[in-house]
């Protein structure tokens, strides 16, 4: 069952042990999926914000 983020920071943090990160870009809101090798987060942020969140990310990001 994935697990909703709602604070950037954590997000990030969660991204050290993440094996990759799906980005999945809508009209109004990007997407952007957390795997760890047990359960999947997610966050929902502005598009405007979401490029600096993926550049702070430390794992392998792929696009959707």
């Known amino acids: ?12 943090e969660i991204s050290e042990r993440a094996e990759y ?3 999945k870009r809508l009209k109004e809101i990007v997407k952007l999926k957390l795997r760890t090798p047990r ?13 600096e969140v993926i550049k702070k990310l430390r794992c ?3 696009e959707i």
């Open 1 to 12: 069952m994935p697990s909703e983020i709602l604070d950037t920071e954590q997000f990030v």
């Open 39 to 51: 359960t999947l987060y997610t966050l929902k942020i502005e598009p405007v914000e979401a490029e």
């Open 21 to 23: 990160c799906l980005v």
């Open 60 to 62: 392998e990001i792929r």
